[in-house]
């Protein structure tokens, strides 16, 4: 079963038609609530401390549609904890919904023209729920991270885990959604490396709550809850650390090396 899956998940035409019609019955499910785009910008730490811009851009893994408070996302859960050591800046130009063509046509400009310390990319589960081809992700994928690592001085990427743990897809589509989710995780691993750029794990044990753990998602039954977030600040803390241990470029507003 699961190699024939991998063989339709290879195959955009054929999955495709079936994925999107799952996905249309996924979305009209008004028995469910619907949440809209949240905007985790912000300044987080005392005013004194070296100056620490984070730019993140992606989908709704970001704007954290039914996270409450807005505190308990994962982008301003990592910003408060490296608020012990800096003024933290947390700009963010996600959309959701988006793709990675969306990333690299409208949010990658925005960024770059922003400017910032670090960039953090957190894109791909549209990719893989809506079928587009791997090797056209991987390659826009490679353009869009090949400028922000030229315009920041730091750069992570966002791993894409199980979509097939996602409550309120349809059976027939977990095990889809499961593949798709992998290949795409995959050409992210690949594109990171050939860019020297961490990417956060997002398969393993520690994720199983994902699968087994309701209060993980929110009521729409498709986002993850400020519980799931609590575990994508577990990934995305050491993810930063390590970037900024990567980058040999100074600080902005500091005039001191990343840590």
């Given amino acids: 079963m699961a190699h024939t899956l991998w063989r339709m998940a290879k195959r955009p035409l054929a999955v495709g038609g079936m994925l999107t019609a799952q996905m249309v019955q996924t979305i009209q499910r008004p028995d469910l ?10 300044v987080f730490g005392d005013a004194s401390q070296p100056l620490l811009r984070m730019v993140v ?44 063509a969306d990333v690299h046509n409208e ?27 791997i090797n056209r ?18 750069v992570a990427v966002c791993g ?35 860019h020297d750029v961490p990417k956060s794990r997002a398969w393993g044990p520690e994720f199983e709550p994902f699968e087994t753990d309701p209060a993980i998602w929110s009521g729409d039954l498709f986002h993850a809850s400020a519980e799931g977030h609590a575990m994508y600040a577990d990934a995305a803390i050491p993810l930063v650390e390590e970037a900024l241990r990567r980058s040999s470029s100074a600080l902005s507003g500091s005039g001191e090396s990343s840590p």
């Fill in 33 to 42: 609530e619907s949440f809209t785009d949240q905007d985790p910008s912000g």
């Fill in 57 to 100: 851009l992606g989908d709704s893994t970001v704007t954290a549609p039914g996270v409450e408070p807005l505190d308990a996302c994962w982008a301003r859960r990592t910003a408060l904890f490296f608020s012990n050591r800096y003024r933290v800046e947390l700009i963010s130009v996600a959309v959701g919904g988006s793709k990675v």
């Fill in 107 to 133: 949010q990658r400009h925005r960024a770059i023209v922003t400017g910032g310390d670090i960039a953090i990319v957190c894109v791909g589960g549209n990719d893989a729920l809506r079928a587009t081809p």
């Fill in 137 to 154: 992700f991987e390659a826009t994928y490679d353009e869009m991270l090949r400028s922000l690592v030229t315009a920041f001085p730091a």
């Fill in 160 to 194: 894409v885990g199980d979509l097939g743990t996602i409550p309120r897809l349809p059976a027939m589509a977990k095990g889809i959604a499961r593949v798709r989710a992998r290949a795409v995780d995959h050409a992210i691993g690949r594109v990171a490396h050939r």
